[in-house]
């Protein structure tokens, strides 16, 4: 089964959420919780951005043995050099090279002609490879360039060094039948693809991020770009948990897997949401609060029958603890008994239909109704008897 590399840019892409600025001992700390989960590459940040983002990239290009460390550079010679000074001291130096090949960046944002942009990438590629061995080579807002004049830059960058082509969905236009196909044009286009790995790169302003990222799998790709969480730029990037997981989930369907330890997806998210402040949505797949909780009646009565009723992967498989089921006003009377049984306590059918219609009451006034609420209701019931 081909494995797909998994590129982390939760310490780039990720820290350029709205309000979110790590310190280098958060940075080094999640750097090492990626490297515990597994991830084939991370993308410790923009070494020329600023003085901090270098600082924290040669520190986590010293430490981390295990996952090969990359940093971002624009096709700027000064860039280059800023990130060869902090990727050096890594087991495997990477570069992550990019320059806008869209009509309306190049014209707007970079005011060069496509000449003019496909001269200065090919030169800064050949540049970037005396020093690095592996050199990515993005091209941004990719989903919004002239097809004919992509596979003319891959061609060229390829020939200059490149080791890895991504084309990103910059701006998270495109849709999964549409990225898919992009792909395989580049591949029928580019003589020389086959000499490089092909790797995708999804923003979700649309919620197609996790959708298009595996089209282009299904279209050959074989490196996922990705945030944990899904946090980045606007609406953020593709979730790798997601990724990872439907690929996981879905193995009858896709023939694909990956290295990630799945059982350290919660500790990361957990971690992530707590070091930038963006916390986790509760109805967010894989790793939301609710992700594995059930609360209506006909779902719970399933649940304790048979779990494979109404999961579709258990929690351990992601490293989230096994939960107990949520009691609301939605519960019904297995749910609620079977709840009392953990907690120790045996009742009678009888005494079981009077706290039941007491647990009822309680949930017209009460959203959660905890153990400790159960007791409180034992308790009367006890008393009672
Ligand atoms: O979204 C994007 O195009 C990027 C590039 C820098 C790769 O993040
Ligand atoms: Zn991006």
């Not at 494979?308 to 351990?316: F, N």
Request: proline share 3%.
């Amino acid at each position: 089964m081909p494995q797909i590399k998994i590129f982390d840019t939760t310490l780039r892409d990720g820290e350029q959420s709205p309000g979110v600025n790590l310190n280098k001992p958060e940075k080094l700390e999640i750097a090492r919780q990626l490297e515990r989960m597994g991830v084939d590459r991370m993308e410790a940040g923009f070494p020329a951005s600023s003085k901090g983002d270098f600082e924290a990239v040669k520190e986590i290009a010293k430490m981390i043995k295990n996952t090969s460390v990359t940093g971002l550079a624009r096709t700027v010679k000064s860039d280059i050099d800023t990130a060869w000074e902090a990727l050096k001291y890594a087991e495997e130096p990477r570069l992550h090279l990019f320059v806008a090949t869209s009509p309306i960046h190049m014209t707007y944002k970079l005011k060069q002609s496509p000449d003019e942009v496909l001269e200065n990438a090919v030169s800064m590629v050949r540049y970037a490879s005396e020093k690095f061995s592996q050199v990515e080579f993005s091209a941004e807002d990719a989903s919004r360039s002239d097809l004919t004049f992509l596979a003319q830059i891959i061609e060229k960058v390829i020939d200059a060094g490149a080791t890895v082509i991504n084309l990103p969905d910059t701006v998270g236009y495109t849709t999964p039948a549409e990225y898919g196909a992009m792909f395989r044009y580049i591949r029928e286009n580019v003589p020389n693809i086959d000499k490089v790995e092909l790797s995708c790169h999804c923003h979700n302003d649309l919620g197609l991020a996790v959708a298009n990222s595996i089209a282009a799998v299904e279209n050959g790709v074989t490196q996922v770009e990705g945030t944990i969480n899904g946090i980045g730029e606007r609406a953020g990037n593709a979730s790798l948990e997601e990724v990872a997981v439907a690929l996981r989930v879905r193995a009858d369907y896709y023939p694909y897997s990956t290295g990630l330890n799945l059982e350290e997806t919660k500790r990361t998210s957990d971690l992530i949401a707590k070091l930038t402040g963006m916390y986790v949505q509760a109805n967010k797949a894989v790793v939301g609060r609710n992700a594995f909780q059930h609360e209506a009646g006909i779902h719970q009565d399933g649940m304790l029958k048979n779990k494979e009723t109404y999961e579709i992967m258990t929690p351990e498989m992601v490293g989230v603890k096994a939960d107990t089921l949520f009691l609301g006003k939605h519960s019904g009377r297995h749910a609620f008994k079977d709840r009392v049984k953990e907690l120790g306590v045996n009742l009678s059918e009888a005494k079981v239909t009077e706290a039941f219609k007491m647990f009822k009451q309680l949930t017209d006034r009460k959203k959660e109704v905890t153990d400790d609420d159960l007791f409180t209701i034992l308790m009367e019931i006890q008393t009672d008897t």
